[in-house]
């Protein structure tokens, strides 16, 4: 399972695996796309840039975008940058610790193969192909409309 902090990442570089190599978008467009608090989605984002899989410029005309190909970013990718120790699967079961193959506890191997089939998927799917997803283009066009309709204050709610 995926921790929320993660969801979100990857929803965002899908988002701009559809805009790789025509324009960045900000932290607050891509918040309000993919449903996450500004603040939040911004640290986020800046995680990854660090880690060299976005890249971010201030300014008008700045904002987020991919610094590599959509095709050459996996879901793993994205993923193992917000696992840590605490993340299920990375700690015994047995133990209150991080696994330890080199003491391992007797389920150990069985839960290591568990945790590796369920990871799999992530590592061999790229950001490209879910970008490419039958339905994503209307999806995203969804999204980006829904994301651009004003609320009205509380002012202009009484009149």
């Known amino acids: 399972m995926l921790s929320r902090t993660a969801e979100h990442a990857v929803r965002a570089v899908v ?22 608090p500004r603040n939040y989605l911004s640290k986020t984002l800046n995680v990854l840039a660090r880690r060299g899989l976005l890249t971010s410029a201030r300014g008008p005309g700045g904002g987020f975008s991919l610094a590599v190909s959509p095709d050459v970013i996996t879901v793993a990718d994205i993923v193992e940058v917000f696992t840590d120790a605490n993340t299920p699967g990375t ?11 080199a ?51 509380r002012k202009e709610r009484r009149r």
């Open 15 to 36: 988002v701009l695996a559809r805009e790789y190599g025509v324009r960045a978008l900000s932290a607050e467009k891509l918040a309000s796309i993919v449903g996450a």
């Open 103 to 153: 003491h391992p506890c007797s389920s150990h191997q069985r839960w290591t193969e568990l945790t590796a089939a369920g990871s799999e998927p992530l590592m061999r799917t790229t950001v490209g192909e879910l970008r490419d997803a039958k339905g994503a283009t209307a999806d995203t066009a969804m999204m980006t409309r829904r994301s651009e309709v004003r609320t009205p204050s």
């Open 91 to 101: 700690r015994c079961l047995l133990r209150n610790a991080p696994c330890d193959p």
